[in-house]
């Protein structure tokens, strides 16, 4: 596909935009929204901005019954000096591209999808939030539309993109959750879709949340689907644990989703000469450390939380405590440096941040 005219057709209203200080996540939306739809005959094609508004869709549309559809999501954020920065985006449209493949929806070009939400931004930065902590989340999305029943790739889609506002995931600082060891439900199998942002991993994973909840656990701790003894993920975020001062994430394996934040943490601490052990790691081996004082942090990663520590898990039962409930100084100095490095008040000595003009 080559580069296509983007049209823009401006809203004519505005609308109010929210308080800063009390946003919550994906609750507001901004003036606009990115379209593109494909054919068979055309392609992706006809690139657009058009007034933030509904769909209409035919009842029929395959997405709504058989949830071939992708999504990814990123952020904006706003500096002090006025700039808007936008962290590793190429890296997105790589991985909506990968998840495209898993679920045989259409390829689309990286740069041009780049360009496009460049001018999208751009038009829109009014919308990204300045106070501290806050960003412009980006949730590009891709849905099948082809009106029929029939149980077999769609022959149209339409892609979109929606900006959403959000604010600081830690109103009055950091505070570490505890987690709830899922050993029944599971995310994800071998050879399964786990490794692709497709609705249907999250609306599976409900349950098990819900059961989390219950038992006042925020996030749920996933295991593989085999054995249920590996560990894979903490609610849609990536894990780490620090043992006996090395660092420690599974491995990718097919199931576990290959987060963005999870590469720029392994870059970050490789940089700083701390090697991360990438491998299959049992909850029986994070229970003995844990048990034998050489477990000192478990944190979660991913584009919302950016760094999530976790105080405490719960497993067969049984309550266990993580670094006295607290923040590690691992996690502290990923989430100053990754913040500092995405808001542009640190230095991208690894050319992350892709620069709009003001
Ligand atoms: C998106 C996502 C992540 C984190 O990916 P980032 O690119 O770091 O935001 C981790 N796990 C799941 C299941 C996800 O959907």
């Known amino acids: 596909m080559a580069q296509q005219t983007l049209e823009v057709t401006q809203a004519t209203t505005l609308k109010e935009k ?25 392609g992706w094609h006809h690139p657009r901005i058009v007034p933030y508004q509904p769909l209409t869709m035919d009842p029929s549309a395959m997405v709504f019954h058989y949830g071939q559809t992708v999504f990814e999501g990123l952020k904006a954020y706003r500096s002090s000096d006025g700039h808007v920065r936008l962290f590793r985006p190429e890296e997105n449209f790589r991985r909506l591209n990968q998840s495209c493949d898993r679920l045989c929806i259409p390829t689309v070009n990286e740069e041009a999808m780049l360009d496009y939400l460049k ?7 009014e919308w990204i939030p300045s106070e501290p902590g806050t960003s412009l989340y980006i949730r590009p999305f891709i849905i099948s539309t082809e009106p029929t029943l029939d149980v077999s790739p769609s022959r149209t889609y339409t ?52 059961r989390a909840a219950g038992h006042q656990k925020a996030q749920v701790l996933w295991l593989d689907g085999v054995e249920k003894r590996y560990i894979e993920e903490v609610g849609s975020m990536n894990v780490f644990f620090k043992i006996d001062g090395e660092i420690h994430t599974p491995a990718l394996n097919g199931s576990i989703l ?8 392994i870059e970050l601490l490789e940089s700083e000469g701390m090697p991360v052990r990438e491998r299959k790691i049992s909850i029986d081996e994070i229970i003995a450390a ?25 497993y067969k039962d049984r309550d266990y405590v993580i670094n006295n409930g607290e923040m590690g100084e691992t996690a502290s100095w990923l989430h100053e440096t990754l913040v500092g490095i995405q808001t542009g008040e640190l230095d991208d000595p690894f050319g992350w941040s892709v620069v709009l003009e003001r």
């Open 18 to 42: 929210p308080d800063a200080a009390t946003l919550e996540f994906g609750k507001h939306f901004s003036d606009h929204m990115f379209m593109m739809n494909y054919t068979s005959e055309e």
């Open 119 to 125: 001018e999208y931004v751009k038009l829109d930065k």
């Open 159 to 210: 892609l979109m993109i929606i900006l959403s506002p959000v604010g600081s995931f830690y109103k009055g600082g950091i505070d570490p959750v505890s987690i709830f060891v899922e050993d029944e439900f599971t995310r994800a199998a071998p050879g399964g879709t786990g490794n692709a942002k497709t609705a249907g991993n999250y609306s599976g994973a409900y349950k098990a949340q819900n």
């Open 258 to 265: 290959e987060g963005i934040t999870r590469k720029s943490v």
């Open 290 to 314: 844990n048990e034998s004082g050489s477990l000192q942090e478990v944190f979660g990663t991913g584009t919302a939380a950016v760094i999530s520590p976790v105080g405490g898990l719960e």
